[in-house]
């Protein structure tokens, strides 16, 4: 029994006649009880807008903000509260630094390196940067297994580059990318690096420091938080030089009929009422996922992925993507194909059997390309997860080509 089951309420509620089996983590993960409580809890005694007000309810909203962005800021190890920018989520976070950072700092002729496993919230905003700046954008190609060598990385990023936008870990493949020569690589170069970790913190501690990284994004809801809250972290020297991004109330200073002024970091990157509820919800599942531990959910998660990898292995007709051969930095996403068989039949006939798993694209066009495919099925793994729920996927899996009247 995972003794973490019953803090997950949806997980004991029925899907269709059956019991929820949930494999779309890297999609969004469900939340605890102590999350949906804290936001409760939230609106039920302190909500007001922040900032604004000079009354005490008011006073308490700011400070649950402001104490919801310092546990952001332990927990990935910044500098300072002010480098913590709340955000919608990963894809608005990566749109700030694209438009603050890339739009005024880089010139015709700079280039900037992405990867082709890129989610499309890490490749279009670059697009726009690209054409607004007659940048060019360069692509880093994974090996067989879906891993980048260091020969790709020096190749690809050189003393053109002004900027490297990557995946941590790949919603499609689950790889998790070697971050760190990827950003040596890049200082080396004098490039600054943007990580987009909406699938790796809900697996893998982030330390921005450690790391040395410019910018990292991520969002709440992949990581047990409500939806609708993200953040942004940037190194203060840089956020300190950007112009903001969204304009309006609460990121000024003085405003003139003409003219503006701006607040202070990080005030300047947030405008408009903030998600105070979504905030106090992230705090809550940091606060969650710290009691679960990152070395439970990885032993929980690697053990999952073996058993899937295995299982699958024994089920002719399957195609997995990726590296299939080794649960070495690769997460528990797992992309794969049914011969003859369209993804989305396979979601829907897995679905029968109360089988939650994505199929699609996944927002990464230029990845499904590489892999020659249109679409694949994705089941991504959680700490929640049991080896009961993979049973009940193989099982499933295996009825998918009769279903459709294909032999065995
Ligand atoms: C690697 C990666 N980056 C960015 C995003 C965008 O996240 P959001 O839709 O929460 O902005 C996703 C979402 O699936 C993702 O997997």
């Not at 990080?266 to 919800?281: D, H, I, L, M, S």
């Not at 068989?341 to 499904?368: F, K, S, Y």
Request: charged share 20%; proline share 4%.
């Amino acid at each position: 029994m995972n003794p973490y089951l019953i803090d997950f309420p949806i997980l004991q509620e029925k899907a269709t006649e059956k019991r929820l089996v949930y494999l779309d983590n890297a999609a969004t993960t469900q939340k605890p009880l102590s999350v949906i409580k804290a936001v409760e809890e939230y609106y039920r005694a302190s909500n007001a807008n922040p900032y604004r007000g000079l009354y005490q309810l008011s006073v308490k909203a700011t400070q649950e903000y402001e104490n919801a962005r310092h546990t952001v800021n332990e927990f990935i190890g910044a500098e300072d509260d002010s480098e913590i920018i709340f955000t919608r989520n990963a894809t608005e976070s990566l749109n700030l630094v694209a438009y603050s950072y890339g739009l005024p700092f880089l010139q015709k002729g700079d280039e900037i390196t992405l990867s082709v496993m890129e989610h499309h919230s890490n490749l279009v905003p670059w697009q726009m940067v690209a054409k607004a700046k007659g940048v060019k954008l360069n692509f880093l190609y994974p090996d067989a297994t879906g891993h980048f060598t260091d020969e790709e990385i020096e190749k690809k990023i050189t003393q053109n580059t002004k900027l490297v936008a990557v995946t941590y870990v790949s919603n499609v493949l689950g790889t998790v990318n070697p971050v760190a020569k990827i950003i040596d690589t890049a200082h080396s170069a004098g490039a600054v690096v943007v990580l987009d970790c909406a699938q790796s913190i809900p697996h893998f501690p982030l330390n921005v420091k450690d790391l040395d990284v410019d910018f990292a994004a991520f969002s709440g809801h992949k990581m047990l938080a409500p939806m609708g809250i993200g953040v942004l972290y940037g190194k203060k020297m840089l956020l300190e030089k950007m112009p903001p991004f969204l304009t309006g109330g609460e990121m000024i200073e003085y405003v003139y009929e003409q003219d503006a002024t701006f607040a202070q970091l990080p005030q300047k990157f947030e405008a408009g009422t903030p998600n105070v509820g979504g905030a106090v919800g992230m705090a809550e599942a940091i606060r969650y996922l710290q009691k679960v531990g990152y070395d439970t959910i990885q032993k929980t998660e690697s053990e999952l992925l073996a058993y899937t990898l295995q299982g699958l292995s024994g089920i002719p007709h399957v195609t997995v993507y990726g590296d299939t051969a080794s649960t070495r930095n690769r997460c528990g996403v797992i992309s794969f194909n049914v011969d003859d068989v369209h993804p989305h039949d396979v979601a829907t006939i897995l679905n029968e059997d109360g089988v939650a798993v994505r199929a699609g694209h996944h927002c990464a066009q230029p990845l499904m390309r590489f892999l020659n495919v249109n679409a694949t099925c994705r089941l991504s793994l959680y700490f929640y997860n049991t080896k009961e729920d993979i049973d009940i996927f193989l099982e499933s899996l295996k009825k998918v080509r009769g279903w459709l009247g294909y032999g065995a």
